[in-house]
């Protein structure tokens, strides 16, 4: 479906910008684009939709009223909102954030020459399953067994990705998706990790695990299970969080907002990558579920949580 865009028409000069995500999303992205001299209400009028992170199929309808708002372009906060974006509108400029493959997900026609109306920021990096795997093997002795939990919905490549890396570490991979449902069943996830032998879990960034970071940090520990979460969920309580943040991409999406506001058109706009990666250690969790973390990672992180 596409739904045609228009300037407004009730006499406001200020530009408009729809972006559709989650409230954490938004405020990093307003101080973005506050750095760069927009201010709400004097020369630009955000239009904000989907906030809730666990409501992904409002996403849809939050992405028509945004095109039927006449916004001059939307900015997308994930894959499913930048998919929901592309599927209601090929008129109106369209920037991603937090968008692990774009060219795989359809979103682009490739990450140099995204072509159409869509480009953005991706936080694919090739090496990081390997490293953060390389990190759990440092912090756990003897670790021969990773679970790895996600979304049953997502694309099978942020899965991939892990399991080869794990073959080639020689590990085993144990994948458990979890189903997106009012109260993901994140508790029966995590005991048939343990029950299977699993020495460590790793958190993959889906749209089901962001929102339940929290409590899947919780029942980890409870059942004394290391994990390694996206560097985004280190507010979880989880024992390591490694990669690239949500910051970086939110700021350079609002450089290609400024920059579509001005003229560029976002099909010759490459899609840049996400390159600054973080790791952060909770010593506080570490010390709950019985996990001596060597010196040797500690000077490392960028971050440690007492």
């Keep these: ?60 309808n939050a992405a028509a009223d945004l095109v039927s708002l006449r916004v001059d372009v939307i900015v997308a906060g994930g894959g499913t909102a930048a998919r929901a974006a592309k599927r209601t509108t090929t008129d109106v400029p369209i920037v991603f954030a937090l968008v692990f493959d774009p060219a795989e997900a359809g979103l682009v026609a490739s990450l140099e020459r995204p072509g159409a109306n869509v480009t953005g920021f991706t936080t694919y990096d090739p090496q990081q399953a390997r490293k953060q795997l390389e990190i759990l093997k440092d912090v756990i002795p003897g670790l021969a ?33 979890v189903a997106r449902t009012p109260n993901p069943d994140f508790d029966g996830a995590l005991e048939q990790a343990k029950k299977e032998g699993a020495g460590a879990v790793v958190v ?28 985004d969920h280190a507010d979880s309580g989880a024992l390591i969080s490694y990669g690239t943040g949500f910051s970086e991409p939110l700021r350079g999406a609002a450089v290609y907002v400024d920059k579509i506001l001005k003229g560029a058109k976002p099909g010759d706009l490459p899609v840049e ?13 570490a010390r709950e579920i019985g996990v001596m973390v060597p010196p040797a990672v500690l000077s490392k992180a960028n971050h440690v949580i007492q």
């Design 1 to 60: 479906m596409s739904l045609e865009s228009g300037k407004p028409t009730n006499g406001d000069q200020n530009q408009r910008i729809g972006f559709l995500g989650s409230n954490r999303l938004l405020e990093v992205f307003r101080t973005a684009l506050a750095n760069l001299g927009y201010v709400e209400g004097r020369n630009i009028i955000i239009e904000s939709r989907g906030s809730q992170e666990d409501r992904l199929d409002l996403l849809p």
């Design 145 to 177: 067994r990773v679970t790895l939990l996600g979304d049953a919905a997502v694309t099978p490549a942020l899965f991939r990705e892990n399991e080869d890396a794990a073959r080639a570490l020689g590990l085993q991979t144990q994948t458990v998706k």
């Design 204 to 231: 993959i960034s889906t749209p089901v695990t962001a929102p339940n970071r929290r409590r899947i940090a919780e029942l980890a520990t409870k059942h004394r299970l290391p994990t390694l979460s996206p560097r």
């Design 273 to 285: 990558t996400a390159r600054k990666h973080e790791l952060i250690i909770n010593l506080k969790t």
